[in-house]
């Protein structure tokens, strides 16, 4: 896999896929029973997957280059999952009685489109959600939201973080480009991406009150406990 010009989204996705597929075949005994496809075989095949991806991505000899900007990428998007949960959070109790402003809000600022796949790892998602949110937040509806008490500084915090996710735009079109990852490879990590977001999405479900657990399956957790 060349990995000489590879975003430091996609890295971030890999690390995160493999720790959580890692603590599906620790727990796989426990979580055979969900799903008929899973099984102690097929939990094996996917964590060796997982390794041999991150195996062709360390032997690339480029991966010390980009954990600076890993760990930047990271944080903003750690910052950016942070600031759009309180501010969904805060509309969904400031604004209980009007049904029709926050269904307004969560159409125009870009939740219903992206933020169930962004607060799973997907981190195109949380790319365009960021970019949609600071583009369509007309000074009129920033300040609606604000007036049920939420601290303007959070609002503000995000769009710092928005404008700053705006030095990562080039990834995404990069990705696209075969002489940065081949097609091949490309659609080993998209496949990999969507069995494991599969596997957190239920887990995480199954684990809802044992939240140690809970936590291994969950990539924004994943995504934090990059070692980088």
Request: net charge neutral; hydrophobic share 40%.
């Amino acid at each position: 896999m060349e990995t000489k010009n590879l975003c430091p989204s996609t890295t971030a996705t890999i690390f995160a896929c493999y720790s959580i597929v890692n603590s599906f075949a620790e727990n796989i005994f426990e979580l055979a029973h969900i799903r008929k496809e899973w099984s102690v075989g097929y939990a094996g095949l996917l964590k060796k997957e997982a390794g041999e991806v991150i195996k062709k991505l360390i032997a690339s000899g480029n991966i010390s280059g980009m954990m600076e900007k890993l760990s930047m990428w990271r944080e903003l998007m750690i910052s950016a999952l942070t600031d759009i949960g309180i501010i969904r959070a805060s509309v969904k109790n400031d604004f209980k009685n009007d049904k029709e402003f926050q269904k307004e809000f969560y159409q125009v600022l870009g939740y219903n489109e992206y933020f169930s796949d962004a607060k799973n790892g997907d981190h195109f998602s949380m790319y365009e959600f960021t970019q949609t949110f600071a583009k369509n937040l007309t000074p009129e509806l920033r300040e609606k939201i604000l007036t049920g008490g939420l601290d303007t500084r959070i609002v503000d915090r995000f769009l710092e973080t928005a404008a700053e996710m705006q030095n990562f735009s080039e990834c995404f079109s990069l990705m696209k480009e075969s002489t940065i990852l081949s097609p091949g490879d490309r659609e080993r990590i998209e496949k990999l991406y969507s069995e494991v977001r599969n596997i957190s999405r239920i887990a995480t479900a199954y684990y809802y009150f044992d939240p140690q657990k809970r936590e291994a399956f969950n990539f924004f957790k994943a995504l934090r406990n990059i070692k980088v």
